[in-house]
């Protein structure tokens, strides 16, 4: 017990780490794929690392008109919570360090709390702009959070009712027990719908185009992070970046949870290799999917519009995904 | 419908279109960079090539020179400045517009344009 | 002096003001927009001038008209051509010196090179406000082509200093011909082609459609002119009203959206659709310049000192006037028989068109006020002419101020004291 204590605290700053820098990674890969989408050169794989640590170098201004200890303490917040996310996901391929301490709905409720310290951030640096855009931040948040709470719990109750007994909302046990094998033809249907919303609902969460409508460079200038410099934005940054790998996991863990040392016939140390590959590979495409291609391929909605596609269209299609999955289980019953 | 989406699609397997000027990453000093190059130690990507008659730096040939202060005249941004002991002209070429109005008017082709077009400089001269 | 809180009116608990510029990331140039907010909506506008005042027109007076020529080409880098071509025509106009044909034809073909340069880069910045970036880089990747044209036609991409007066500097020869007609049958397609990425794409068509709405009834009352008017089903052009150069040859139609989409509404959808269409129309427009182009001198007069001493003859005031991207330039010279006009007042587009804001704007979001900024093509350098600075106080002159200027200086003159 004490050993096992250990070891998971032990894996706690390995965890931290290798999330910020796949973070850094894939937002790397974001601004050169972006790029030679636009047919540009674009900057090199590691320039984020390169921006956060000349971030991190820079001054700290705090605004005369902010109110310090929010403004200071949000960014500390908001970064370490989505490190903390990381802990409760099947990382790399790995069971969850913090495994039967916390399951999805603990998960979903965390991931409220970085969007929240942006909305704090954004009304306390005492800026037009910032609370224009922190506002719309709280628009967005309370958006899209019914379609993922609508796709997670479809996901969990496919998997409580294919086995009884099983611990359905914990993350493991998901992963462990992909939804797909458990529903027919319907259901199937349903899930892809579901994949789709979670799909929909990562740039929103991840504050990118077209749903960037909180920041929203031309319009407001930054929004909430207008006012933020130096340490503080490169924690907002890194934040961000790590927020990306959490969603990731969180649509792998959810929709894509298979390894491929099974089917490939390794063992041992190389299958646990293989698997985190195959983490990495499901994760790009996950990530290119939901954030990259979407981000150079729409114009930014107005935040009416945001809160349209996300209360109407997203919410519509989880709940045929949801009513598919029902019917499903109950062609099973008859 | 999906225009833009689809060609995004193409433009991602396409080569870029961004000319590397003057190499693919900029340098950390542009002056060392060139200075390098002018060594052949290292290569330069080229510059698009301009057509004929561009309008580049003004060439200034000071024999040919008969002092007639037509391009003094209609030079819009005064970097043409008549020396009265020489009967001369200076060119000044950090104010220069390159419009070519005085290699245009001048009788006995002192002035030209030339290709030259990189002359960015911290120094005023 | 004012304040700012002055102008957006009356402060009250549910409103904010925001105050857009005169640095923002939405405006490329400086202005300043003062708005009066509730939530996302907005209720007032009201907007300051005069931010990047450069006193060109006091410069000009004291230079020769050739010097005016380059100095003129540096009100606005992007329509460059515009405001040389109507400096041209006034004096021109005023030393009634006839322009030969095949120089009507090369300022025709190089205004329409330019008026297709200056739509594709405003449909890249309008996709940019809207946050389209993608569609930014194309449409500045399709630009290259008649910048290269351009190079080769004038010998530079962005200042072409090829007007003279009574004439062009630089003929165009077989070479340069075939390379213009290539570019006008790439513009026809790549004007059909972004056509089909702008007004064919669900987000932009929505975040576009009945935004920024100017009706016929304000567009006429305010003045509007270029494509700003047109788009609000105002056939206004003065390539078709009063035609100069070679487009009476070849026949300009003003274009108003109900040709393109079926309808005018006069929002910002019907803004893009018009100014995609016009680069085809200055396409087809090159096209037939090429073809027709007569034989012939390229000036009036080739020695630019013959040509100086012949208008320090000359006397009296003129008018030119064209037709730029964004809408009619209008050029004002006065020659007293010196060296340096007495007078030369320009009146860019931009300054009719900024008026047009306040109606689009009322009633729209925040999210809107970039796009609907754009949507004119306001171009702030050509338009900040009239301020007042010295030690310790910066003024914008007033309908008031100008009244009373008007005033004290006539008495001035009355009593004498002042030629």
Redesign the interface.
Known sequence: MIEGLLLRTALVPIIACAGILLGLLYRGLDRVLVARMQSRVGPPVTQPFRDVKKLLLKENIVPRDAVGWIFNSVPVIALSVTVLILLYLPFIGMEPVLEGHGDLILVIYLLLIPSLALVLGGFSSGSTYATVGAQREMVTMMSYEFPLAVASVSIAWIISAANPGIAAFSLGAIAMNPAWAAVGPLGLLGLALLLLTMLAVMPGELGVAPFDVAEAETEIAGGVLVEYSGRNLAMFYLADAVKAVVLGTIVIALFLPWGIAGSLGITGMAAVAADAIFYLVKLFIVIFVGSIFIRAAIARFRITQVVKAYWGYATFVSLLGLLLISLDMLSRLL | MLNMQIELVKQLFRRTFTNRFPSKRIPKSVSGFLRSVERGERKMNPPVPVPPGFRGRINYDKKKCIGCRLCVKVCPADAVVFLEKEKKIRYHLFRCTFCGQCVDVCPTKALQTTNEFLLADYEKD | MRKAGDIIGQESRDT????VGPV???LKEPVRLNLRVRG?RIEHVDFELSQVHRGIEWMGTR??P??????S??ICGICNICHTFAFCRAVESIAGIEVPPRARYIRTIVAELERIHSHILWAGVA?????????M??AF?AR?KVL?VI??LT??RI?K?IMMIGGV??DMDKGQARLVMEAADFYSRCSR?LE??FL?????K??TRDTGILTRHDCLALCSVGPTARASGVRKDVRQDEPYGAYPDVGVKAMTPDEITGETRGDVYDRIAVRLREIKQSADIIGRCVKDMPEGKIAHED???VL?GELRGVQGEGIGRHEAPRGEVFHYVKLVGEEAPYSWKVRAPTYNNLLSWIPMMLGA??????VIAASIDPCMSCTNRAVVTGPGRRQVLGQDMLHDLSVKRTRELRRGLRP
């Not at chain 3, 064919?200 to 932009?204: L, T």
């Not at chain 3, 979001?365 to 970039?370: E, S, V, Y």
């Open positions: 904010y003001s925001i105050c923002h990331p939405a996302e230079r020769n050739i010097q005016i020529l380059y100095l080409e540096r996709a940019h406000e809207l946050g389209f970036d993608s569609a880089h194309y990747r290259e290269d190079e080769n010998g530079n200042m200093a500097r630089r082609k089909k990425i064919g794409d669900p987000v932009i929505s975040r020695k630019a000192n100086l979001q925040i999210a809107d006020i970039p």
